[in-house]
């Protein structure tokens, strides 16, 4: 059992994962997967438009605080090897109005790099231009807007394509969380595009 642990805790030794957000970010969908990185040996950074915190939504009310590691306009995507997007319904609605973070999105697609989409996150990559025939899924209320940009949408728990990640709700967050550790892993996908 403790050789199973160490190994799962190198998987991703030497990785920095950045993760977007801004306030009313789905809680549980930023905490579970932040979580499965670091016990795999991943280094996170919280980044969002402003300093200071971002409080998250937990269900059906305002949950928690939690402090910025580096504030958007800071940030330098090239610094990260990969991309997690947390979803709630305001969060990524707010950052799709933000020119720095839809660019901040694009440059991981243009660079090969993993990016891992949970349930209205799909937005901001809409908004990023980066979803045109593309295999993925999200929250069922954003289906119409995938496919309208061009995503073949499917309703499956995680959908894998050529380094994106996405699942539909924070029931499907174990299965996200081992595809996502998977293609980090896994690297720069060269099939990956913008």
């Known amino acids: 059992m403790l050789q199973v642990t160490m190994e799962n805790q190198q998987r991703l030794q030497g990785k920095k994962v ?3 957000l801004t306030d009313g970010f789905e809680q549980v969908e930023m905490t579970e997967p932040r ?11 919280l980044i969002a438009p402003n300093g200071g915190e971002v409080k998250g939504w937990d269900t ?3 949950g928690q605080s939690f402090p910025i590691d580096v504030p958007l306009d800071q940030a330098r995507p090239e610094a990260y090897d990969a991309l997690l997007l947390p979803g709630g319904i305001l ?3 707010q950052l799709r109005m933000e020119r720095k973070a839809v660019e901040f999105v ?9 990016v891992a989409a ?8 809409i908004e990023a231009d980066v979803v045109r025939g593309r295999r993925m899924t999200s929250y069922p209320s954003i289906t119409t807007d995938l496919r309208n940009a061009g995503a073949d949408w499917v309703d499956e728990e995680v959908v894998t ?4 990640v996405t699942s ?3 029931d499907d967050i174990p299965a996200f969380n081992r595809k996502m550790i998977e293609e980090i892993r896994e690297g720069i996908h060269d099939r990956q595009h913008a």
């Open 168 to 170: 539909r709700k924070p």
């Open 35 to 45: 979580k499965a990185l670091q016990e795999a040996g991943a280094e996170t950074h």
């Open 91 to 93: 969060n990524p609605d």
């Open 106 to 114: 694009r440059h991981f697609f243009e660079a090969h790099k993993p």
């Open 60 to 62: 059906k009310d305002w």
């Open 161 to 164: 394509d050529q380094g994106l």
């Open 118 to 125: 949970i349930c209205h996150a799909p937005i901001l990559l």
């Open 18 to 20: 950045a993760i977007l």
